[in-house]
């Protein structure tokens, strides 16, 4: 397909580029714009967040587990292209990657010092920080990615649609999919993901710095972070260019590797026992409190907590999920909807949940039992090396961090890689095999975005940028949904009709 024909392209190249400018040019009155559209989403919209978030969790598990669970995505002789293992690999590895990483200790830590309600440094609010981190990390994440993912599947690969979110919505709107209104879902589709991962990548590139810095007393400087994004810009891209199966499919399995082995590590020479415990309280308190959590808000009080923490997630996930769900789609011809997902929602759900159980667990009790409140300065006044800043109470502590900054370069490699995949399908209205032409452009607009904000210093304008295109993003989310449920009642009754026409006996003529 020749680029320059391509309005989709074309329009989410001009508006990358302008947004880029505005960033060098304007960089604080971009940050002022976006906090200020930031604020009013969680003012005035927070509600619809919580509710589209658990609406498409309660699709999935639907889905799943009704009668249509066994309806294959692909033909009934279709069978998964990639094992179980390299499979959930590569759909982990895309779906939080760096992002798990950044957060595995932050988080957990900041709710500690300020939780949403009551007083920070108690054991009350060690329970609410890991509580609060399973629900942010847990099903309702994975719900979402699952949930795109799905549909895009299903359309794709049993339906013969493009891969594109526009024309999951051709059972609503028909052939409207192809005029205007897909295209400008399109476009949203591309922009919401360059914005998206690019702020993952630029938290990752922050977090590398912060780990040189920690091992080898490397300047933790904007041009040492260019420095880095260049790097691994020439990295992934090479990981690009050489295709799915030999890019992105090895690199996903090292991820996997190196970081279950880091978690191994930490498990046993941490304290092992109440890392369990941690895992198994905090998962009966969050699934104790799972409707409370999926729909907090108070009416008469301060929301600002969950403004910050829950609603930001939540769009930023929303931000993501074309990206994950395309790229899960794009792996998973062949697998039945109940074996998708119980693939791609509940078994990396339960990977999260334990993450933060060591990494969060094993650092509250370091703050809280053990009295080390040096890390708790650490994790809240250097954000990026709060990881590193942890490492430092295990043993092998240099072995560790060493592990860990080879395993963000990988994470950011596949995580951009896999960005370039997808962007190059819907550039290209839904090629599954993208031009490398197309992936290397984008490969470079992603990397220049990162390197721009980084020296303005904006990735807090970007984050609230990805979740203000997400409110938009959130009803086509919606409304595939439907689209998806309408078109597999429909299959089901042809179904139905046709076997009935098959096993129908004939009447013998009366004498």
């Known amino acids: 397909m020749l680029l320059k024909k391509n309005i989709v392209f074309n329009v989410s190249l001009v508006i990358s580029l302008l947004f880029i400018a505005f960033g060098i040019f304007s960089p604080e009155r971009l940050g002022n714009i976006a906090a200020m559209l930031l604020e009013g989403i969680a003012e005035y919209m927070g509600w619809y967040y919580l509710a589209a978030v658990f609406f498409f969790l309660v699709v999935c598990i639907y889905a799943a587990f009704s009668k249509y669970g066994s309806i294959r995505l692909g033909k009934e002789t279709d069978r998964p292209k990639y094992s179980t293992?390299?499979?959930?690999?590569?759909?982990?590895?895309?779906?939080?990657?760096?992002?798990?990483?950044?957060?595995?200790?932050?988080?957990?830590?900041?709710?500690?010092?300020?939780?949403?309600?009551?007083?920070?440094?108690?054991?009350?609010?060690?329970?609410?920080?890991?509580?609060?981190?399973?629900?942010?990390?847990?099903?309702?994440?994975?719900?979402?990615?699952?949930?795109?993912?799905?549909?895009?599947?299903?359309?794709?690969?049993?339906?013969?649609?493009?891969?594109l979110l526009s024309s999951t919505l051709y059972p609503l709107i028909g052939e409207?999919?192809?005029?205007?209104?897909?295209?400008?879902?399109?476009?949203?589709?591309?922009?919401?993901?360059?914005?998206?991962?690019?702020?993952?990548?630029?938290?990752?590139?922050?977090?590398?710095?912060?780990?040189?810095?920690?091992?080898?007393?490397?300047?933790?400087?904007?041009?040492?972070?260019?420095?880095?994004?260049?790097?691994?810009?020439?990295?992934?891209?090479?990981?690009?260019?050489?295709?799915?199966?030999?890019?992105?499919?090895?690199?996903?399995?090292?991820?996997?590797?190196?970081?279950?082995?880091?978690?191994?590590?930490?498990?046993?020479?941490?304290?092992?026992?109440?890392?369990l415990r941690t895992f198994v309280g905090t998962t009966g308190r969050y699934l104790d409190d799972f409707l409370y959590l999926s729909f907090r808000l108070e009416s008469f009080r301060d929301n600002s907590w969950i403004s910050g923490w829950t609603i930001f997630y939540w769009g930023w996930l929303i931000a993501w999920a074309p990206f994950v769900g395309l790229f899960i789609a794009r792996i998973s011809q062949g697998r039945t909807i109940k074996e998708f997902i119980i693939g791609a929602l509940i078994v990396p759900s339960v990977g999260s949940l334990f993450w933060f159980s060591v990494f969060g667990g094993s650092a509250l009790h370091l703050i809280h039992n053990l009295g080390e409140t040096a890390l708790a300065n650490a994790v809240t006044s250097?954000?990026?090396?709060?990881?590193?800043?942890?490492?430092?109470?295990?043993?092998?502590?240099?072995?560790?961090?060493?592990?860990?900054?080879?395993?963000?370069?990988?994470?950011?490699?596949?995580?951009?890689?896999?960005?370039?995949?997808?962007?190059?399908?819907?550039?290209?209205?839904?090629?599954?095999?993208?031009?490398?032409?197309?992936?290397?452009?984008?490969?470079?607009?992603?990397?220049?975005?990162?390197?721009?904000?980084?020296?303005?210093?904006?990735?807090?304008?970007?984050?609230?940028?990805?979740?203000?295109?997400?409110?938009?993003?959130?009803v086509v989310i919606v409304l595939m949904c439907f689209s998806f449920f309408k078109e597999l009642r429909q299959e089901v009754v042809q179904a139905k009709v046709k076997t009935d026409a098959e096993f129908k006996i004939p009447q013998s003529k009366s004498i």
């Open 85 to 163: 293992a390299s499979w959930i690999a590569m759909l982990y590895s895309a779906g939080i990657a760096i992002s798990i990483l950044f957060w595995g200790v932050a988080e957990p830590v900041y709710t500690y010092t300020s939780p949403p309600f009551g007083q920070g440094g108690t054991a009350e609010a060690a329970e609410t920080a890991m509580k609060y981190a399973f629900f942010h990390w847990g099903f309702h994440l994975w719900g979402t990615y699952a949930a795109v993912g799905l549909i895009l599947a299903y359309f794709q690969y049993r339906k013969n649609r493009p891969a």
């Open 176 to 275: 409207r999919v192809n005029g205007p209104i897909g295209k400008t879902i399109d476009i949203m589709t591309i922009l919401a993901s360059v914005f998206g991962v690019t702020t993952s990548l630029g938290l990752g590139t922050m977090q590398i710095t912060g780990g040189l810095h920690s091992l080898w007393g490397i300047p933790n400087t904007v041009p040492v972070q260019i420095g880095i994004v260049v790097t691994l810009t020439v990295l992934f891209l090479i990981s690009a260019l050489s295709g799915l199966d030999r890019g992105i499919k090895y690199l996903s399995n090292i991820n996997i590797i190196l970081a279950l082995t880091i978690m191994t590590m930490l498990f046993v020479l941490g304290p092992t026992a109440e890392i």
């Open 382 to 474: 250097n954000i990026e090396a709060a990881l590193f800043a942890y490492y430092q109470y295990f043993p092998l502590s240099s072995v560790i961090s060493v592990m860990t900054v080879v395993l963000l370069f990988t994470f950011f490699i596949t995580s951009a890689d896999s960005a370039t995949f997808v962007l190059g399908m819907f550039s290209e209205q839904g090629n599954l095999n993208p031009s490398n032409k197309t992936k290397l452009i984008w490969g470079i607009i992603m990397a220049t975005v990162a390197i721009v904000l980084l020296v303005s210093g904006g990735l807090k304008p970007l984050q609230s940028v990805s979740v203000t295109v997400a409110l938009p993003f959130s």
